[in-house]
């Protein structure tokens, strides 16, 4: 085991719920994390600093089914700059809808990469649920799971792990919905108008 | 709707459009969901990408034409994919047995995704995979996904556009 470079893949890095998950993670892995979010800019650069780890953390949320464009874009950056040293890469993915089995899909696309690129692949946490259960009475399930991740990895015994809320779909729903509304409210926009039918005009 | 530009047989017709969007300019969505919850239905980035996802919600075909990497869309197309996000509410709704998204005014279509760049049948299983998961996101009544290489595109996507004449007059 040694030290862990996390990259946080999400759009939205310092305000993401993937940022919290990092942080959850850092708390629960005993050797050093170092945290670092991929931005436009500072791309080639962290393809450089991989070298220095073993391990890589790609913690990012789920994009119409796969990564989020920018995270694609470093993939391909790092394609082209490789590192001398390839760490094994972990993955940290969260999607909004209840089930972690539609992480699948970006699960295998970065798997993919890696054995074309050489990159060992290491452990998976899919989560589901992930916009939200941070903020639920849930939260100790995601800990949970983060810290069972944060072991395998620590310990080279790999594993893919899902974990989501323990409810039924319309539960869920049901949920979801008053998550939203509420969201709305923050802006001033009511749930009649969030559930407008149009598009651009 | 092409990340590359294509040489069509057919351009202009009432009920077709083209769109190259190698040729617009359309910035990474932020993940901010203002499109659900500040502007409802409408992006709060104002680049060309509005113009898009109209056609995209109304369409009752589409025929999406985009290269492959590590069996995914390739940058061009998944940056619109992402942005058409606003076409569907933030609400859920079990669809085929899934959480899923409701959807604003969005047409079921039938989806044709011709997709270039990739010859390895791993590969070609994973991108088919992600279409699949596609469908139930992006309201495909059905969908089919057709491998092409780059020389060959303009002849699969006439060939779809031939078929597509002949059955709607
Ligand atoms: C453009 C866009 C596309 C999304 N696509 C999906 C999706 O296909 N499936 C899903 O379950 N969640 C989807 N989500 C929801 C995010 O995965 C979810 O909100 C996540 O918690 C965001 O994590 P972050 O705060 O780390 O960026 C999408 C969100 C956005 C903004």
Known sequence: ?201 | MSDRPLDLAIRQAPELHYIDLSELKISNCTGCFGCWTRTPGKCVIRDDAPRVYPYIAKSEEVVYITKVIYGGYDTIMKTMLERAIPIQQAFIRIHRGETHHIQRNVAPKKATIIAYGSTDPEEQDLFRQLVARNACNMNFASHEVIFTTEEMIDNTVNNILKQWETSSF
């Open chain 1, 1 to 201: 085991m040694g030290n862990i470079f996390i990259l946080n893949g999400s759009p939205r890095a310092s305000k993401s719920n993937s940022k919290q998950y990092a942080e959850i993670f850092s708390k629960n892995y005993l050797q050093e994390t170092i945290y670092k979010a991929i931005s436009k800019t500072n791309q080639v650069q962290l393809c450089r600093e991989l070298s220095h780890y073993s391990d890589v953390l790609f913690v990012f949320p789920l994009y119409a089914d796969a990564l989020p464009v920018g995270l694609l874009h470093f993939l391909k950056t790092l394609e082209t700059n490789l590192p001398e040293h390839k760490p094994t890469v972990s993955i940290l993915i969260n999607c909004g809808f209840l089930e972690p089995e539609q992480n699948e899909v970006a699960v295998k696309i970065i798997h993919l990469f890696c054995r074309r690129n050489g990159f060992p692949i290491g452990s998976t946490l899919m989560l589901g649920s992930g916009e939200a259960i941070l903020k639920s009475p849930f939260k100790y399930i995601a800990i949970r799971n983060i810290r069972k991740l944060a072991k395998c990895i620590a310990s080279g015994n790999h594993q893919t792990i899902q974990a989501t809320m323990p409810l039924p779909k319309f539960l869920f729903r049901l949920a979801a919905n008053k998550y939203w509304t509420k969201y709305g409210q923050k802006f001033g926009i009511t749930k009649k108008q969030m559930q407008t039918m149009e598009t651009e005009g």
